[in-house]
Protein backbone atom coordinates (compact mmCIF):
# COMPACT_ATOMS: atom_id res chain seq x y z
CA UNK A 1 0.00 0.00 0.00
CA UNK A 2 2.82 2.48 1.15
CA UNK A 3 4.50 1.74 -2.57
CA UNK A 4 1.43 2.58 -4.26
CA UNK A 5 1.05 5.82 -2.53
CA UNK A 6 4.94 6.26 -3.37
CA UNK A 7 4.33 5.85 -7.05
CA UNK A 8 1.41 7.96 -7.17
CA UNK A 9 3.53 10.92 -6.05
CA UNK A 10 6.51 10.14 -7.63
CA UNK A 11 4.00 10.19 -11.24
CA UNK A 12 2.98 13.57 -9.81
CA UNK A 13 6.28 15.30 -9.61
CA UNK A 14 7.20 13.73 -13.53
CA UNK A 15 4.28 15.56 -14.34
CA UNK A 16 5.24 19.00 -13.05
CA UNK A 17 8.41 19.09 -14.85
CA UNK A 18 8.75 20.34 -17.75
CA UNK A 19 11.75 20.35 -20.36
CA UNK A 20 12.92 23.42 -21.65
CA UNK A 21 14.48 24.37 -25.16
CA UNK A 22 18.25 25.50 -23.33
CA UNK A 23 17.97 21.95 -21.68
CA UNK A 24 17.50 20.59 -25.27
CA UNK A 25 20.54 22.08 -26.24
CA UNK A 26 23.35 21.27 -23.95
CA UNK A 27 26.50 19.74 -24.95
CA UNK A 28 26.94 16.02 -26.43
CA UNK A 29 29.68 16.01 -23.53
CA UNK A 30 27.53 17.10 -20.88
CA UNK A 31 24.38 14.91 -21.94
CA UNK A 32 27.47 11.65 -22.10
CA UNK A 33 27.84 12.19 -18.90
CA UNK A 34 24.84 12.71 -17.12
CA UNK A 35 23.84 9.50 -19.16
CA UNK A 36 27.05 7.62 -17.53
CA UNK A 37 25.88 9.27 -13.81
CA UNK A 38 22.12 8.11 -14.60
CA UNK A 39 23.93 4.35 -15.14
CA UNK A 40 26.05 4.52 -12.33
CA UNK A 41 22.56 5.71 -10.45
CA UNK A 42 20.67 2.79 -11.60
CA UNK A 43 23.35 0.44 -11.14
CA UNK A 44 23.47 1.70 -7.72
CA UNK A 45 19.78 2.12 -7.16
CA UNK A 46 19.49 -2.01 -8.44
CA UNK A 47 21.76 -3.34 -5.68
CA UNK A 48 20.40 -1.02 -2.97
CA UNK A 49 17.07 -2.68 -3.73
CA UNK A 50 18.63 -6.12 -4.28
CA UNK A 51 19.91 -5.43 -1.14
CA UNK A 52 16.55 -4.50 0.21
CA UNK A 53 14.91 -7.56 -0.92
CA UNK A 54 17.77 -10.50 0.59
CA UNK A 55 18.04 -8.22 3.90
CA UNK A 56 13.55 -7.98 4.62
CA UNK A 57 13.62 -12.09 3.25
CA UNK A 58 16.29 -12.83 5.87
CA UNK A 59 14.41 -11.14 8.46
CA UNK A 60 10.93 -12.76 7.13
CA UNK A 61 13.33 -16.10 7.97
CA UNK A 62 14.82 -15.02 11.05
CA UNK A 63 11.26 -14.07 12.48
CA UNK A 64 9.51 -17.62 10.80
CA UNK A 65 12.58 -19.54 12.21
CA UNK A 66 12.06 -17.82 16.15
CA UNK A 67 8.22 -18.30 15.66
CA UNK A 68 8.98 -22.33 15.54
CA UNK A 69 11.20 -22.19 18.55
CA UNK A 70 9.09 -20.72 20.61
CA UNK A 71 6.47 -23.33 21.29
CA UNK A 72 6.23 -24.02 24.73
CA UNK A 73 6.09 -27.08 26.95
CA UNK A 74 2.28 -27.00 27.37
CA UNK A 75 2.10 -26.46 23.81
CA UNK A 76 3.94 -30.07 22.65
CA UNK A 77 2.44 -31.54 25.72
CA UNK A 78 -1.32 -30.93 23.91
CA UNK A 79 -0.39 -31.15 20.33
CA UNK A 80 -1.92 -34.23 18.79
CA UNK A 81 0.87 -34.12 15.88
CA UNK A 82 -0.59 -34.15 12.55
CA UNK A 83 1.45 -33.94 9.74
CA UNK A 84 -1.43 -31.86 7.46
CA UNK A 85 -3.62 -30.17 9.85
CA UNK A 86 -3.33 -27.39 11.98
CA UNK A 87 -3.56 -26.02 15.26
CA UNK A 88 -4.28 -29.59 16.85
CA UNK A 89 -4.22 -30.58 19.47
CA UNK A 90 -6.58 -31.73 22.55
CA UNK A 91 -8.30 -31.39 26.26
CA UNK A 92 -6.77 -33.75 27.63
CA UNK A 93 -4.42 -33.39 30.78
CA UNK A 94 -6.57 -30.26 32.29
CA UNK A 95 -7.78 -30.06 36.36
CA UNK A 96 -11.13 -30.66 36.56
CA UNK A 97 -13.84 -31.07 39.12
CA UNK A 98 -12.71 -32.55 42.30
CA UNK A 99 -9.24 -32.60 41.49
CA UNK A 100 -9.68 -34.61 38.60
CA UNK A 101 -7.87 -34.56 35.05
CA UNK A 102 -9.78 -33.94 31.85
CA UNK A 103 -8.82 -37.55 30.01
CA UNK A 104 -5.86 -37.73 27.49
CA UNK A 105 -6.90 -38.30 23.83
CA UNK A 106 -10.61 -38.31 24.14
CA UNK A 107 -11.46 -34.84 22.95
CA UNK A 108 -9.66 -33.38 19.85
CA UNK A 109 -9.67 -30.06 18.62
CA UNK A 110 -7.91 -28.57 15.12
CA UNK A 111 -8.03 -26.94 12.34
CA UNK A 112 -10.01 -28.06 8.75
CA UNK A 113 -9.08 -32.34 8.06
CA UNK A 114 -9.18 -31.39 4.49
CA UNK A 115 -5.61 -31.65 3.89
CA UNK A 116 -4.55 -34.61 6.16
CA UNK A 117 -2.51 -36.84 5.81
CA UNK A 118 -3.00 -41.02 5.17
CA UNK A 119 -0.49 -41.07 8.35
CA UNK A 120 -2.88 -38.69 9.81
CA UNK A 121 -5.80 -40.46 9.20
CA UNK A 122 -3.98 -43.70 10.56
CA UNK A 123 -3.05 -41.75 13.69
CA UNK A 124 -6.43 -40.71 14.28
CA UNK A 125 -7.85 -44.64 14.18
CA UNK A 126 -4.96 -45.82 15.64
CA UNK A 127 -4.09 -43.93 18.22
CA UNK A 128 -6.60 -41.79 19.35
CA UNK A 129 -9.78 -44.63 18.28
CA UNK A 130 -11.63 -41.82 16.42
CA UNK A 131 -15.52 -42.11 16.17
CA UNK A 132 -16.85 -38.88 15.82
CA UNK A 133 -15.86 -35.58 13.80
CA UNK A 134 -17.88 -32.70 14.64
CA UNK A 135 -17.35 -30.04 11.86
CA UNK A 136 -18.14 -26.10 12.46
CA UNK A 137 -17.98 -24.69 9.23
CA UNK A 138 -20.81 -23.16 7.16
CA UNK A 139 -21.93 -24.91 3.64
CA UNK A 140 -19.35 -22.74 1.71
CA UNK A 141 -17.01 -23.75 3.75
CA UNK A 142 -17.34 -27.20 3.43
CA UNK A 143 -18.00 -26.98 -0.58
CA UNK A 144 -14.34 -25.07 -0.88
CA UNK A 145 -12.68 -27.59 1.11
CA UNK A 146 -14.34 -30.50 1.62
CA UNK A 147 -14.70 -33.23 4.55
CA UNK A 148 -12.41 -36.23 4.79
CA UNK A 149 -14.07 -39.52 4.82
CA UNK A 150 -13.23 -42.64 7.45
CA UNK A 151 -14.37 -45.88 7.77
CA UNK A 152 -16.20 -46.09 10.63
CA UNK A 153 -16.32 -43.02 11.61
CA UNK A 154 -19.51 -40.74 12.00
CA UNK A 155 -19.59 -37.15 10.52
CA UNK A 156 -21.42 -34.14 12.01
CA UNK A 157 -21.70 -30.70 10.45
CA UNK A 158 -22.99 -28.54 12.94
CA UNK A 159 -23.25 -24.92 11.53
CA UNK A 160 -22.24 -22.38 14.67
CA UNK A 161 -23.42 -19.79 12.00
CA UNK A 162 -26.81 -19.20 10.65
CA UNK A 163 -26.01 -18.54 6.50
CA UNK A 164 -29.73 -17.57 5.30
CA UNK A 165 -29.95 -15.35 8.30
CA UNK A 166 -26.10 -13.92 7.52
CA UNK A 167 -27.42 -13.54 3.48
CA UNK A 168 -30.49 -11.84 4.78
CA UNK A 169 -28.09 -9.26 7.37
CA UNK A 170 -26.08 -9.28 4.11
CA UNK A 171 -28.87 -6.79 2.08
CA UNK A 172 -28.29 -4.08 4.73
CA UNK A 173 -24.80 -3.64 3.45
CA UNK A 174 -24.38 -0.41 1.65
CA UNK A 175 -23.44 -1.10 -2.22
CA UNK A 176 -20.01 0.47 -1.13
CA UNK A 177 -19.75 -1.86 1.26
CA UNK A 178 -20.91 -4.34 -1.08
CA UNK A 179 -17.96 -3.80 -3.11
CA UNK A 180 -15.71 -3.51 -0.04
CA UNK A 181 -16.23 -7.71 0.57
CA UNK A 182 -14.55 -8.07 -2.92
CA UNK A 183 -11.51 -5.69 -1.96
CA UNK A 184 -7.86 -6.53 -2.26
CA UNK A 185 -7.50 -4.65 0.90
CA UNK A 186 -7.32 -6.60 4.13
CA UNK A 187 -8.62 -3.45 6.05
CA UNK A 188 -11.08 -2.07 3.48
CA UNK A 189 -12.13 -6.00 3.43
CA UNK A 190 -13.00 -6.26 6.89
CA UNK A 191 -15.29 -3.49 7.25
CA UNK A 192 -18.47 -5.60 6.07
CA UNK A 193 -17.44 -8.35 7.60
CA UNK A 194 -17.47 -6.50 10.70
CA UNK A 195 -20.43 -5.18 10.35
CA UNK A 196 -21.85 -8.47 9.97
CA UNK A 197 -20.39 -9.79 13.53
CA UNK A 198 -18.76 -12.42 12.19
CA UNK A 199 -15.52 -11.36 12.96
CA UNK A 200 -14.53 -8.45 15.49
CA UNK A 201 -14.21 -8.58 19.23
CA UNK A 202 -17.91 -9.07 19.64
CA UNK A 203 -17.52 -12.49 17.62
CA UNK A 204 -18.11 -15.46 20.42
CA UNK A 205 -20.77 -13.34 21.85
CA UNK A 206 -22.92 -13.56 18.66
CA UNK A 207 -21.92 -17.25 17.99
CA UNK A 208 -23.16 -17.84 21.60
CA UNK A 209 -26.17 -15.87 21.30
CA UNK A 210 -27.91 -16.22 18.22
CA UNK A 211 -29.99 -19.08 17.56
CA UNK A 212 -27.66 -21.65 15.43
CA UNK A 213 -25.32 -21.04 17.61
CA UNK A 214 -27.30 -22.41 20.78
CA UNK A 215 -28.92 -25.28 18.59
CA UNK A 216 -25.12 -25.88 17.41
CA UNK A 217 -23.73 -26.40 20.97
CA UNK A 218 -26.41 -27.80 22.24
CA UNK A 219 -26.14 -31.08 19.91
CA UNK A 220 -22.00 -30.83 20.48
CA UNK A 221 -23.21 -32.00 24.22
CA UNK A 222 -25.65 -34.78 23.08
CA UNK A 223 -22.70 -35.92 20.89
CA UNK A 224 -20.51 -36.18 23.84
CA UNK A 225 -23.10 -37.88 26.25
CA UNK A 226 -23.19 -40.56 23.85
CA UNK A 227 -19.65 -40.89 22.66
CA UNK A 228 -18.67 -45.01 22.99
CA UNK A 229 -15.86 -45.46 26.05
CA UNK A 230 -12.45 -45.48 25.17
CA UNK A 231 -12.75 -43.57 21.64
CA UNK A 232 -12.28 -40.34 20.97
CA UNK A 233 -14.38 -37.01 19.47
CA UNK A 234 -12.54 -34.78 16.98
CA UNK A 235 -14.32 -30.91 17.00
CA UNK A 236 -13.10 -28.33 14.17
CA UNK A 237 -14.34 -25.29 12.16
CA UNK A 238 -11.40 -23.64 9.40
CA UNK A 239 -8.69 -22.14 11.47
CA UNK A 240 -9.79 -24.08 14.84
CA UNK A 241 -9.59 -21.10 16.46
CA UNK A 242 -12.74 -19.26 17.15
CA UNK A 243 -16.04 -21.70 16.54
CA UNK A 244 -13.94 -24.52 17.65
CA UNK A 245 -12.95 -22.25 20.54
CA UNK A 246 -16.40 -21.28 21.79
CA UNK A 247 -16.99 -25.29 21.34
CA UNK A 248 -13.55 -26.27 24.23
CA UNK A 249 -14.48 -23.10 26.53
CA UNK A 250 -17.91 -24.77 26.84
CA UNK A 251 -16.45 -28.10 27.39
CA UNK A 252 -13.97 -27.62 29.72
CA UNK A 253 -16.29 -25.57 31.21
CA UNK A 254 -19.03 -28.17 32.15
CA UNK A 255 -15.79 -30.23 33.36
CA UNK A 256 -15.13 -27.50 35.89
CA UNK A 257 -11.84 -26.78 34.50
CA UNK A 258 -10.68 -22.94 35.61
CA UNK A 259 -11.18 -20.11 33.94
CA UNK A 260 -7.21 -19.19 33.62
CA UNK A 261 -6.64 -22.82 32.43
CA UNK A 262 -9.51 -22.73 29.68
CA UNK A 263 -7.80 -19.29 28.77
CA UNK A 264 -4.63 -20.70 28.22
CA UNK A 265 -5.94 -23.75 26.16
CA UNK A 266 -7.79 -20.68 23.49
CA UNK A 267 -4.29 -18.95 23.51
CA UNK A 268 -2.39 -22.60 22.83
CA UNK A 269 -3.86 -21.15 19.16
CA UNK A 270 -0.85 -19.08 18.89
CA UNK A 271 1.69 -21.23 19.62
CA UNK A 272 0.85 -23.61 17.58
CA UNK A 273 0.16 -21.06 14.44
CA UNK A 274 2.88 -19.06 15.57
CA UNK A 275 4.92 -19.18 12.21
CA UNK A 276 1.56 -18.42 9.85
CA UNK A 277 1.00 -15.79 12.15
CA UNK A 278 4.76 -14.30 12.01
CA UNK A 279 4.36 -14.40 8.01
CA UNK A 280 1.25 -12.71 8.12
CA UNK A 281 1.73 -9.94 10.20
CA UNK A 282 4.95 -9.09 8.66
CA UNK A 283 3.50 -9.01 5.27
CA UNK A 284 0.50 -7.10 6.40
CA UNK A 285 2.89 -4.58 7.87
CA UNK A 286 5.43 -4.57 4.35
CA UNK A 287 2.25 -4.03 2.69
CA UNK A 288 1.56 -0.41 5.35
CA UNK A 289 -0.98 -1.52 7.35
CA UNK A 290 -1.03 0.05 10.90
CA UNK A 291 -0.37 -2.08 13.78
CA UNK A 292 -3.64 -1.76 15.17
CA UNK A 293 -5.01 -2.16 11.94
CA UNK A 294 -2.92 -5.67 11.54
CA UNK A 295 -4.63 -6.75 15.01
CA UNK A 296 -7.74 -6.33 13.38
CA UNK A 297 -7.10 -8.36 10.17
CA UNK A 298 -5.57 -11.28 12.19
CA UNK A 299 -8.60 -11.47 14.01
CA UNK A 300 -10.05 -12.87 10.77
CA UNK A 301 -7.14 -14.99 10.00
CA UNK A 302 -4.66 -16.93 12.50
CA UNK A 303 -4.69 -15.04 15.66
CA UNK A 304 -6.18 -15.10 18.64
CA UNK A 305 -7.09 -12.31 21.24
CA UNK A 306 -7.57 -12.94 25.07
CA UNK A 307 -9.84 -9.72 25.07
CA UNK A 308 -12.50 -11.56 22.47
CA UNK A 309 -12.90 -14.75 25.23
CA UNK A 310 -12.80 -12.28 27.73
CA UNK A 311 -15.98 -10.26 26.39
CA UNK A 312 -17.60 -13.69 25.70
CA UNK A 313 -17.09 -15.08 29.35
CA UNK A 314 -17.87 -11.64 30.88
CA UNK A 315 -21.50 -11.82 29.03
CA UNK A 316 -21.62 -15.50 29.67
CA UNK A 317 -21.55 -14.57 33.61
CA UNK A 318 -23.80 -11.14 33.38
CA UNK A 319 -27.22 -13.36 31.06
CA UNK A 320 -26.35 -16.37 33.08
CA UNK A 321 -24.25 -16.35 35.92
CA UNK A 322 -22.04 -18.31 34.78
CA UNK A 323 -20.68 -20.57 31.47
CA UNK A 324 -22.45 -23.48 33.72
CA UNK A 325 -26.01 -21.11 33.83
CA UNK A 326 -25.71 -20.69 29.86
CA UNK A 327 -24.89 -24.54 29.13
CA UNK A 328 -28.25 -25.19 31.28
CA UNK A 329 -30.47 -22.72 30.94
CA UNK A 330 -29.66 -21.89 27.07
CA UNK A 331 -27.70 -25.46 25.76
CA UNK A 332 -30.72 -27.52 28.20
CA UNK A 333 -28.05 -29.91 29.34
CA UNK A 334 -29.08 -31.15 32.99
CA UNK A 335 -27.01 -30.82 36.08
CA UNK A 336 -27.54 -34.81 35.66
CA UNK A 337 -26.08 -34.62 32.16
CA UNK A 338 -23.31 -32.11 33.30
CA UNK A 339 -22.47 -35.17 36.17
CA UNK A 340 -22.20 -37.38 33.34
CA UNK A 341 -19.92 -35.94 31.02
CA UNK A 342 -17.70 -35.19 34.11
CA UNK A 343 -17.45 -39.01 34.92
CA UNK A 344 -17.41 -39.87 31.27
CA UNK A 345 -13.90 -37.32 30.55
CA UNK A 346 -12.16 -37.25 33.85
CA UNK A 347 -10.15 -39.60 35.32
Not at 14 to 31: F, I, K, M, R, S
Not at 73 to 98: F, M, P, W
Not at 183 to 205: C, N, R, T
Amino acid sequence: MATLALAALLGLGACGNTTTQDQGTATQAETQTQSQSETQDQAKSETQTQSQSETQTQSQSETQDQAKSSISAEAEKQSIKLEGVANARQLGGYVGAGGKTVKDGVLLRTASLGKATEADVKRLTDTYRLSKIIDFRMGQEVEADPEIQIDGVKNLNIRIIDEKALAKASESLTPEEQQMRASDDPVEKLVPIKKLGIVGDQMYVNFLSHDAGKQGYAQMFKELLTLPEGQSLLFHCTQGKDRTGCAAMLILSALDVDEDTIMSDYLLTNEFNAEQIAQERQELLDAGVSEDDVDDVMIARDQVFPQIMTNALDWLKKEYGSVRGYITQELGVTEEQIAQLQDKFLA
